[in-house]
Protein backbone atom coordinates (compact mmCIF):
# COMPACT_ATOMS: atom_id res chain seq x y z
CA UNK A 1 0.00 0.00 0.00
CA UNK A 2 1.04 3.44 -1.16
CA UNK A 3 2.47 5.37 2.25
CA UNK A 4 -0.03 8.55 1.91
CA UNK A 5 2.46 10.70 3.33
CA UNK A 6 4.13 10.40 -0.36
CA UNK A 7 1.57 12.79 -1.12
CA UNK A 8 2.47 15.01 1.21
CA UNK A 9 4.14 18.43 0.05
CA UNK A 10 6.87 18.28 2.79
CA UNK A 11 7.34 21.78 4.66
CA UNK A 12 10.61 21.76 6.33
CA UNK A 13 12.46 21.79 3.00
CA UNK A 14 13.36 25.07 1.18
CA UNK A 15 11.25 24.22 -2.39
CA UNK A 16 12.64 26.04 -5.20
CA UNK A 17 9.40 26.16 -7.32
CA UNK A 18 5.99 24.17 -7.18
CA UNK A 19 4.03 23.82 -10.52
CA UNK A 20 1.46 22.40 -12.17
CA UNK A 21 2.14 19.72 -15.14
CA UNK A 22 0.73 20.72 -18.43
CA UNK A 23 -1.78 18.88 -20.32
CA UNK A 24 1.10 16.68 -21.90
CA UNK A 25 3.27 16.27 -18.48
CA UNK A 26 0.16 14.70 -17.35
CA UNK A 27 -0.38 12.26 -19.96
CA UNK A 28 3.52 11.44 -20.17
CA UNK A 29 3.59 10.58 -16.53
CA UNK A 30 0.30 8.61 -16.82
CA UNK A 31 1.44 6.49 -19.76
CA UNK A 32 4.44 6.04 -17.59
CA UNK A 33 3.09 4.64 -14.54
CA UNK A 34 1.02 2.79 -16.80
CA UNK A 35 3.95 1.50 -18.93
CA UNK A 36 5.67 0.29 -15.69
CA UNK A 37 3.19 -1.06 -13.24
CA UNK A 38 1.01 -3.10 -15.84
CA UNK A 39 4.00 -4.16 -18.74
CA UNK A 40 6.64 -6.60 -17.76
CA UNK A 41 9.72 -5.00 -19.18
CA UNK A 42 12.28 -7.42 -20.93
CA UNK A 43 15.69 -5.37 -21.15
CA UNK A 44 18.69 -5.82 -23.94
CA UNK A 45 21.77 -4.40 -25.08
CA UNK A 46 23.99 -4.44 -27.70
CA UNK A 47 27.06 -2.85 -28.84
CA UNK A 48 27.52 -2.66 -32.47
CA UNK A 49 30.44 -1.64 -34.64
CA UNK A 50 29.25 1.55 -36.50
CA UNK A 51 32.31 2.50 -38.71
CA UNK A 52 31.34 1.39 -41.71
CA UNK A 53 28.34 3.63 -41.51
CA UNK A 54 30.17 6.20 -40.68
CA UNK A 55 32.50 5.73 -43.69
CA UNK A 56 29.24 5.43 -45.83
CA UNK A 57 27.28 8.64 -43.87
CA UNK A 58 30.75 10.48 -44.95
CA UNK A 59 30.98 9.16 -48.50
CA UNK A 60 27.74 10.06 -50.01
CA UNK A 61 26.45 13.04 -47.57
CA UNK A 62 27.95 15.82 -50.15
CA UNK A 63 26.46 14.12 -52.89
CA UNK A 64 22.88 13.66 -50.93
CA UNK A 65 22.58 17.56 -49.93
CA UNK A 66 23.57 18.22 -53.62
CA UNK A 67 20.82 16.82 -54.96
CA UNK A 68 18.58 17.11 -52.44
CA UNK A 69 19.21 20.05 -50.30
CA UNK A 70 19.18 17.30 -47.20
CA UNK A 71 21.70 16.65 -45.10
CA UNK A 72 21.10 12.84 -43.92
CA UNK A 73 22.60 11.72 -40.15
CA UNK A 74 23.16 8.76 -38.72
CA UNK A 75 19.30 8.53 -36.89
CA UNK A 76 18.06 8.50 -40.45
CA UNK A 77 20.58 5.65 -41.31
CA UNK A 78 19.91 3.81 -37.90
CA UNK A 79 15.87 4.16 -38.45
CA UNK A 80 16.10 2.77 -42.06
CA UNK A 81 18.38 -0.32 -40.92
CA UNK A 82 15.38 -0.50 -37.96
CA UNK A 83 12.41 -0.71 -39.87
CA UNK A 84 14.42 -3.27 -42.35
CA UNK A 85 14.98 -5.55 -39.36
CA UNK A 86 11.63 -5.12 -38.29
CA UNK A 87 10.12 -6.50 -41.39
CA UNK A 88 12.08 -9.84 -40.86
CA UNK A 89 11.23 -9.82 -37.30
CA UNK A 90 7.55 -8.31 -37.55
CA UNK A 91 6.20 -10.20 -34.25
CA UNK A 92 8.20 -7.35 -32.10
CA UNK A 93 5.97 -4.66 -34.50
CA UNK A 94 2.86 -5.04 -31.92
CA UNK A 95 1.00 -4.85 -29.01
CA UNK A 96 -1.04 -6.79 -25.88
CA UNK A 97 -4.45 -5.45 -25.80
CA UNK A 98 -7.40 -7.51 -24.29
CA UNK A 99 -5.50 -10.17 -24.05
CA UNK A 100 -4.80 -10.38 -27.57
CA UNK A 101 -1.46 -10.65 -29.39
CA UNK A 102 -1.76 -8.23 -32.42
CA UNK A 103 0.89 -8.01 -34.73
CA UNK A 104 0.80 -5.00 -37.18
CA UNK A 105 1.88 -5.06 -41.23
CA UNK A 106 2.32 -1.10 -41.24
CA UNK A 107 5.54 -0.31 -39.91
CA UNK A 108 5.09 3.35 -38.31
CA UNK A 109 7.91 4.12 -36.29
CA UNK A 110 7.87 6.78 -33.34
CA UNK A 111 10.43 9.18 -33.13
CA UNK A 112 10.87 10.91 -29.65
CA UNK A 113 11.03 14.26 -29.92
CA UNK A 114 12.24 16.30 -26.96
CA UNK A 115 11.02 19.59 -26.45
CA UNK A 116 11.41 21.92 -23.70
CA UNK A 117 11.89 19.62 -21.33
CA UNK A 118 8.52 17.96 -22.79
CA UNK A 119 8.74 14.36 -25.11
CA UNK A 120 6.53 13.52 -27.77
CA UNK A 121 6.67 11.05 -30.30
CA UNK A 122 6.15 11.80 -33.68
CA UNK A 123 5.30 9.14 -36.90
CA UNK A 124 7.24 8.29 -39.33
CA UNK A 125 4.60 5.86 -41.39
CA UNK A 126 5.35 3.25 -43.26
CA UNK A 127 9.00 3.05 -42.75
CA UNK A 128 10.10 0.40 -44.13
CA UNK A 129 8.72 1.79 -48.20
CA UNK A 130 10.77 4.77 -48.00
CA UNK A 131 14.27 5.71 -48.68
CA UNK A 132 17.17 7.45 -47.01
CA UNK A 133 16.18 10.94 -48.49
CA UNK A 134 12.19 10.22 -47.48
CA UNK A 135 13.08 9.34 -43.92
CA UNK A 136 15.61 12.29 -43.49
CA UNK A 137 12.94 14.93 -44.89
CA UNK A 138 10.37 13.39 -42.97
CA UNK A 139 11.96 13.69 -39.80
CA UNK A 140 13.46 17.68 -40.17
CA UNK A 141 9.75 18.13 -41.15
CA UNK A 142 8.47 16.30 -37.54
CA UNK A 143 10.93 18.13 -35.40
CA UNK A 144 10.54 21.44 -36.93
CA UNK A 145 6.48 20.92 -36.36
CA UNK A 146 7.08 20.28 -32.96
CA UNK A 147 9.32 22.61 -32.14
CA UNK A 148 7.13 25.30 -33.86
CA UNK A 149 4.15 23.29 -31.31
CA UNK A 150 2.40 22.66 -35.11
CA UNK A 151 2.45 18.76 -34.67
CA UNK A 152 -1.21 17.48 -36.39
CA UNK A 153 -3.39 14.46 -34.56
CA UNK A 154 -1.88 12.57 -37.50
CA UNK A 155 1.53 13.42 -36.69
CA UNK A 156 1.06 11.67 -33.46
CA UNK A 157 -1.09 9.02 -34.13
CA UNK A 158 -0.63 5.36 -34.79
CA UNK A 159 3.38 4.75 -34.82
CA UNK A 160 3.76 0.48 -33.87
CA UNK A 161 6.97 0.96 -32.18
CA UNK A 162 9.04 4.06 -30.53
CA UNK A 163 12.98 4.71 -31.04
CA UNK A 164 14.72 7.73 -28.78
CA UNK A 165 18.28 8.60 -29.50
CA UNK A 166 20.05 10.41 -27.11
CA UNK A 167 23.48 10.12 -28.05
CA UNK A 168 23.71 13.70 -28.60
CA UNK A 169 23.62 13.93 -24.82
CA UNK A 170 26.92 11.94 -24.94
CA UNK A 171 24.62 9.04 -22.71
CA UNK A 172 26.93 5.49 -23.10
CA UNK A 173 24.32 3.31 -22.73
CA UNK A 174 20.44 3.65 -21.87
CA UNK A 175 17.44 1.90 -21.40
CA UNK A 176 13.52 3.29 -22.10
CA UNK A 177 10.05 2.52 -21.07
CA UNK A 178 7.66 0.84 -23.37
CA UNK A 179 5.11 3.58 -25.14
CA UNK A 180 2.02 1.73 -24.14
CA UNK A 181 0.19 -0.05 -26.29
CA UNK A 182 3.11 -0.71 -28.30
CA UNK A 183 5.25 -3.61 -27.16
CA UNK A 184 8.38 -2.29 -27.54
CA UNK A 185 11.10 0.68 -27.89
CA UNK A 186 14.58 0.69 -29.01
CA UNK A 187 17.09 3.34 -27.56
CA UNK A 188 20.24 4.73 -29.19
CA UNK A 189 23.10 6.07 -27.19
CA UNK A 190 26.14 7.92 -28.35
CA UNK A 191 28.75 6.87 -30.88
CA UNK A 192 32.54 6.30 -29.10
CA UNK A 193 35.63 5.26 -30.56
CA UNK A 194 37.97 2.05 -29.05
CA UNK A 195 40.31 0.20 -29.79
CA UNK A 196 39.06 -3.12 -31.75
CA UNK A 197 40.95 -6.32 -33.02
CA UNK A 198 40.45 -6.80 -37.22
CA UNK A 199 42.29 -9.53 -38.64
CA UNK A 200 44.77 -10.19 -35.85
CA UNK A 201 45.42 -6.08 -36.00
CA UNK A 202 44.29 -3.38 -33.31
CA UNK A 203 42.60 -0.93 -35.26
CA UNK A 204 40.51 2.12 -34.29
CA UNK A 205 36.79 2.06 -34.95
CA UNK A 206 33.76 3.48 -33.45
CA UNK A 207 31.19 1.64 -31.60
CA UNK A 208 27.27 2.56 -30.35
CA UNK A 209 24.67 0.59 -27.94
CA UNK A 210 21.08 -0.16 -28.75
CA UNK A 211 18.83 -1.03 -26.29
CA UNK A 212 15.47 -2.54 -26.84
CA UNK A 213 13.19 -2.73 -24.21
CA UNK A 214 10.06 -5.58 -24.60
CA UNK A 215 7.11 -6.64 -23.31
CA UNK A 216 7.84 -9.68 -22.20
CA UNK A 217 3.85 -11.02 -21.95
CA UNK A 218 4.20 -11.67 -25.90
CA UNK A 219 7.75 -11.05 -26.54
CA UNK A 220 10.40 -13.56 -25.30
CA UNK A 221 14.17 -13.36 -24.81
CA UNK A 222 15.27 -15.27 -27.74
CA UNK A 223 13.17 -13.21 -30.42
CA UNK A 224 14.07 -9.94 -29.15
CA UNK A 225 17.93 -11.18 -29.06
CA UNK A 226 17.12 -12.19 -32.92
CA UNK A 227 16.01 -8.68 -33.40
CA UNK A 228 18.78 -7.00 -31.67
CA UNK A 229 21.41 -9.07 -33.42
CA UNK A 230 20.25 -8.20 -36.83
CA UNK A 231 19.81 -4.62 -36.36
CA UNK A 232 23.68 -4.57 -35.61
CA UNK A 233 24.35 -7.06 -38.77
CA UNK A 234 22.84 -4.36 -40.94
CA UNK A 235 24.79 -1.84 -38.94
CA UNK A 236 27.68 -3.26 -39.39
CA UNK A 237 26.96 -4.24 -43.39
CA UNK A 238 25.14 -1.28 -44.39
CA UNK A 239 25.44 -2.16 -48.40
CA UNK A 240 22.72 -5.01 -47.81
CA UNK A 241 20.40 -2.31 -47.48
CA UNK A 242 22.28 0.58 -49.12
CA UNK A 243 23.82 -0.74 -51.92
CA UNK A 244 22.26 2.22 -54.56
CA UNK A 245 22.46 5.17 -52.40
Known sequence: MQNKSNNIIPQDIKIKSSTELTGIQKIIAQRMTLSKTTIPHL???????ITS????KEEVQEKLYSNYGIKVTYTDFLLKIIATALREYIEINSS???QKYIIYDDINIGLAISVNNDLVVATIYNMDKLG???IAKRRIELIEKAKSQKLSLADVKYSTITVTNVGMYGIRSTYAIINPPQAAILAIAEIYKEPAIINEDI????????SLSVDHR???GALSAQFLHRIAYLIENPGIIFEDI
Open 43 to 49: LQNIKVD
Open 53 to 56: IISL
Open 96 to 98: YIN
Open 132 to 134: IIE
Open 203 to 210: LPRSFIEI
Open 218 to 220: IIN
